[in-house]
């Protein structure tokens, strides 16, 4: 009988998680959650994004991975696309940049940021209506407090309004649509295994 291989029992999956989804697999409520897309057991998200956030969600069953994916220990760095609603210049960028001090007093780190031309990205299941003008930016981060984006735009006057996540260190959301999901290619597991530096 042909072994199977400790990678071969463990599973990878990348998920574009839509807008209005929780992140959890139940809910009380009988709100749209993971199971409503994925009927794969025993798997569980590598992090999170808030119920009004989209974007790639990384679940597996392999609690090491899982780990080093959302510990700041790793620098594992998370790209996002950001709408915000403001007049958008160079001191917002170089606020968001250095790391603002937002909710709480915590002071967050610095990170990457730059404005975009508008991506091309799904319609919003629940359109976006700015009350002003809007600039998209793209922000790349290692770490990850609770709604933190939300708080970094808002603690420089700059409301988020859609935001995106797009990248988990190598692994992109390209060619998922919203609601869709993928197990990881081998390619993609090995690059992610070597950003996170396992063996």
């Known amino acids: 009988m042909k072994k199977i291989s400790k990678s071969q029992r463990f599973i990878y999956i990348k998920f574009f998680k839509p807008y209005g989804v929780l992140c959890t697999f139940t809910d009380p409520d009988k709100?749209?959650?993971?199971?409503?897309?994925?009927q794969v057991p025993g798997v569980y998200t590598a992090g999170r994004l808030?119920?009004?956030?989209?974007?790639l969600l990384l679940l597996t069953n392999n609690g090491d991975?899982?780990?080093r994916i959302t510990s700041p220990k790793f620098h594992l760095?998370?790209?996002?696309?950001?709408?915000v609603e403001g007049n958008l210049d160079n001191d917002h960028i170089n606020l968001?940049?250095?790391g603002p001090i937002i909710k709480g007093g915590y002071k967050t780190k610095a990170c990457k940021v730059e404005q975009i031309?508008?991506?091309?990205?799904?319609?919003?299941?629940?359109?976006?209506?700015p009350h002003g003008p809007t600039s998209w930016i793209v922000m790349r981060l290692n770490e990850g407090k609770k709604r933190q984006i939300r708080h970094m735009t808002a603690a420089v006057g700059l409301p988020t309004l859609r935001l995106v996540r797009v990248a988990i260190g190598p692994i992109q959301i390209s060619n998922l649509n919203p609601g869709e999901w993928k197990y990881l290619e081998e390619g993609e597991l090995s690059q992610l295994r070597r950003e996170l530096k396992i063996s």
């Open 96 to 98: 968001l940049s250095s």
């Open 65 to 67: 991975i899982n780990h």
């Open 50 to 55: 808030d119920m009004d956030s989209e974007g």
């Open 77 to 83: 760095t998370k790209t996002y696309l950001v709408l």
């Open 31 to 38: 709100r749209l959650n993971l199971s409503n897309f994925i």
């Open 117 to 129: 031309s508008d991506p091309i990205l799904p319609e919003r299941v629940k359109s976006v209506t």
